[in-house]
């Protein structure tokens, strides 16, 4: 996989304690840490595009402090990805660069009109981690405890931005997001 990512926090759930996972349970497990790890790839693209093009420091910080959030995200689903024998997708340069010019165009709208790109970001991730605890086999104990905390930070992002001014964004907007994101988390899952 590369050089490791290494997070600033510890991985949530600690080391063992699981319990064992049929074959199925650990392909389904390492494709949903798959496309976990992608949209971490994917929002570090977005936020370090969005903080470049921020006009005033309180909305750089909230996108900076998210991006540094969301690379604990990376390394646990990297970490993760790596036990459960799996690999990360072959997408993800392209989900990088993808985001990154999403992320520069969503911060030239404005601060406001950023910050509420970063709100509905938070808030469809979050639905899109709730949909992979319900997935995640049962037995994974350890996904879950990283996808619990990934959602968690997802809400607080969210709640930051709408703190500091985010804009409503139109309905089209919001569901070029979705769609975009259906891409993303399919493409990642099988590849």
Known sequence: MGAKTQAARGLPGGPGGELVLEEA?????????????AGEVAAQALYR?????????????AMNQAAAEELDHLAWC???IAELDGRVSLFNPLWYAG???????????GDRMSLGFLSETERQVE???????DRLPPADGRSRAIVLQMQH???E?????????????????????RLTSRLMTRGSYWL
């Not at 349970?25 to 790890?37: K, P």
């Not at 985001?99 to 709208?109: E, H, P, T």
């Not at 992002?157 to 997001?177: R, Y």
């Open 127 to 133: 639905s899109h981690l709730r949909d992979h605890l």
């Open 153 to 155: 930070d997802e809400i």
């Open 78 to 80: 990297e970490q993760r």
């Open 49 to 61: 595009g969005q903080a470049l093009t921020a006009e005033n420091a309180a909305a750089a910080a």
């Open 157 to 177: 992002h969210g709640a930051k931005a709408e703190t500091l001014g985010a804009a409503p964004l139109p309905g089209w907007v919001k569901e070029a997001m």
């Open 99 to 109: 985001s990154f010019v999403i992320g520069l165009s969503a911060g030239v709208l």
């Open 25 to 37: 349970e650990r392909r389904e497990s390492a494709r949903l840490m798959r496309v976990n790890h």
